[in-house]
């Protein structure tokens, strides 16, 4: 899974030298009718390629013989059963990382701190692929059932001491899998106290565990060794600009339930008089206008403000409204709704995972 940000203040990735792709130089209205497929993107020679190498060399210094597989896909992910490393494709390039902020506002895995971060966390899932782990009854005690549905979002308990702190938004309480995986990325880190740090914590029994578990795991060759690449972006035929609406689309529906209240707040369900017109039908009017004010005011991306728009006149529809004011005062007042949700939006992206 994607996991969330984790605050840090490491410098960017670096470029490195080979960024002479023709698309690099095209403006970014152009680069986003380019399909996935045709960026001809790889990990070799590019500033991914040494933080898998610090990745291998951190788990032979555990002794560990395993070395997930990585290979570029359109998010962070570890496939149940495949041991490998799915990773962003906008990492492999400085032009498409800066694409990303424009679109997203931000760059998860960004930096290098950020990226070794989820590496080690994605590690730990890959690791379980590769030995089987959670069919163990001891990992089911330490961590939970992993057949376990896995959750839209989930509700943290911020002052819980039963889980590891890793990456944001205390992501190892969504899932025994999360779990799993954060306590494994918070034991291998490099010169890390977790003995020190989670002292007294009921977490420090899953970190006992997985110490113990590696250690048995030392010189063992693993039984699933499948280099099986799942969703591979060399085989992606979406252009970048579908790739876009799609992840936005994604990320603003999760807030339906928290924009239906400011909805409510600007449209009724009923018709103050017989001229109100039907709100999904005014958004639809305004929507032009609307969209240059929200992305010029917030200096974001016409794409999330037309999520944005897109999820109104959907909800609108579904909620059976109308406007309550006349068009001109109707009009501000769905700017600031628009505003309003789609900050909502960009204040939350990184927690995109908790309720």
């Excluded at 792709?21 to 209205?29: G, H």
Aim: glycine share 6%.
């Amino acid at each position: 899974m994607a996991p969330v940000a984790p605050a840090n203040t490491s410098p960017p990735i670096r470029r490195g030298r080979k960024s002479a792709s023709p698309w690099s130089r095209l403006p970014d209205e152009q680069l986003l009718e380019k399909r996935l497929c045709d960026l001809n993107l790889q990990i070799e020679g590019t500033p991914l390629e040494r933080c898998i190498r610090r990745l291998h060399a951190e788990l032979e210094e555990r002794g560990l013989v395993f070395r997930p597989h990585c290979w570029l896909a359109e998010e962070w992910f570890s496939p149940d059963g495949v041991p490998g490393i799915a990773i962003p494709f906008y990492l492999s390039h400085g032009r498409l990382m800066r694409l990303e902020r424009r679109m997203m506002r931000e760059v998860e895995g960004g930096n290098t701190n950020w990226m070794m971060r989820i590496l080690r966390h994605e590690a730990g899932h890959a690791i379980d692929s590769a030995f089987r782990l959670r069919r163990r009854r001891r990992w089911r005690e330490m961590f939970g059932p992993a057949s376990r549905p896995y959750p839209d979002s989930y509700l943290p308990r911020p002052g819980s001491r039963r889980f590891v702190q890793h990456l944001g938004s205390w992501y190892a309480q969504s899932h025994p899998t999360e779990d799993f995986a954060e306590t494994f990325a918070v034991w291998l880190k490099p010169r890390a106290s977790w003995k020190r740090s989670y002292e007294g914590w009921p977490a420090l029994e899953k970190l006992r565990y997985v110490d113990e578990l590696m250690k048995e795991l030392k010189g063992v060759a693993p039984p699933v060794r499948g280099r099986t690449q799942i969703d591979p972006v060399r085989c992606e035929q979406r252009k970048l600009g579908q790739h876009y609406r799609a992840k936005l689309a994604r990320h603003v529906s999760d807030q339906h339930h928290v924009a239906d209240e400011y909805i409510l707040r600007v449209f009724s369900p009923k018709p103050a008089t017989a001229r109100r017109m039907r709100a999904a039908t005014l958004i639809r009017r305004l929507k032009q206008p609307l969209r240059r004010a929200v992305a010029k005011q917030l200096d974001t991306s016409d794409y999330l403000v037309n999520q944005v728009l897109r999820l109104l006149i959907e909800r609108c529809q579904a909620l059976g409204l109308y406007a309550r004011d006349p068009v001109r005062v109707a009009r501000h007042r769905i700017e600031r709704l628009v505003s309003r949700i789609a900050r909502l939006y960009l204040i939350g992206s990184a927690g995109r995972h908790v309720l």
